[in-house]
């Protein structure tokens, strides 16, 4: 069965850039109604004027709700249904990136990736899937991380997060089978994101593999429609990926031990310095997916 996309209403979660940007873009002309979610609705104002422009019928709807509150995801759940809206498919794009090391990291920048990364997916699941069940149709399209899959020191809360999520997203698939729920989580690699870049110390750098956020959004939505449990976008990623799991874990341990050796420089290298301001929330285009 494919999942309810045209003529419906599709709630997608970190929509004012990246991959959740670029699938706002790729639905407008299908879905009746947008929820557009983010920080701040001025953020997504720009994205609604280009949509409706173009889509003249489509109904865009704009909530602000930071994903690392869960208190202010039951709010925005509850604007929701003040608009009498019943969401036929959720697309959560929303993320939290903070690199550094762990013992060096503050606690609230561990804690709102977990809240972001892995509650509020979970929590809007719980919300939203009763009610699909109870009229016949919905679909959940989860937008984590080939990161899920490695062992990244410099990222281990972040890698951890999206861990769990791919542990939920296999397990609920499984749980919803013979209902009319389709689920398909996408694991990017790297994702052209400037601004992403920037906080992972990469300006200037091009990523190997790396696919635009319009790419992924595509071959996401194709995937979601066909019923594809698991995505990889881009065809180089999508054949490492592929061939991760066939390598033993020692050899796995060697890979990941090499990123740590670059994160501690001998004793008087220059320590790299992270441009101002690079250490805030991302939202669809996390630096390390």
Excluded: K
């Excluded at 993320?95 to 606690?107: D, M, T, Y």
């Excluded at 013979?178 to 300006?203: E, H, K, M, N, S």
Aim: proline fraction near 8%.
């Amino acid at each position: 069965m494919r999942p309810p996309i045209d003529s419906g209403t599709v709630l997608i979660t970190g929509a004012c850039s990246g991959i959740g940007r670029e699938l706002a873009r790729q639905l407008a002309h299908r879905a009746r109604t947008l929820v557009l979610v983010s920080q701040t609705v001025e953020r997504l104002e720009a994205l609604r004027d280009e949509l409706q422009l173009s889509n003249p019928t489509l109904g865009v709807v704009l909530l602000a709700c930071d994903m690392s509150r869960p208190g202010e995801v039951g709010d925005m759940l509850a604007e929701l249904s003040r608009h009498f809206l019943s969401v036929d498919v959720l697309v959560s794009a929303a993320s939290v990136a903070e690199p550094g090391l762990f013992a060096e990291q503050r606690w609230g920048c561990i804690e709102r990736m977990l809240m972001a990364n892995v509650v509020a997916p979970l929590l809007l699941a719980r919300r939203l899937l009763g009610p699909m069940l109870a009229r016949g149709r919905g679909g959940l399209l989860y937008v984590s991380s080939g990161a899920g899959q490695l062992f990244l020191p410099g990222a281990a809360t972040y890698a951890a997060t999206r861990r769990c999520l791919d542990g939920f997203i296999e397990s609920l698939r499984l749980e919803l089978e013979g209902t009319p729920i389709c689920v398909t989580q996408v694991a990017p690699g790297p994702v052209d994101d400037t601004r992403a870049r920037a906080v992972g110390g990469l300006q200037g750098t091009r990523p190997f593999f790396e696919v635009s956020a319009a790419q992924c959004a595509r071959e996401a939505l194709a995937g979601f429609e066909r019923g594809v449990p698991l995505v990889y976008p881009g065809r180089g990623h999508r054949w490492v990926m592929t061939l991760l799991p066939r390598l033993p874990r020692a050899v796995r341990r060697v890979l990941g031990r090499r990123v740590a050796r670059a994160l501690h420089p001998p004793a008087g290298a220059e320590t790299p310095v992270l441009p101002e301001g690079s250490r805030g929330p991302l939202e669809a285009g996390p630096s390390l997916a």
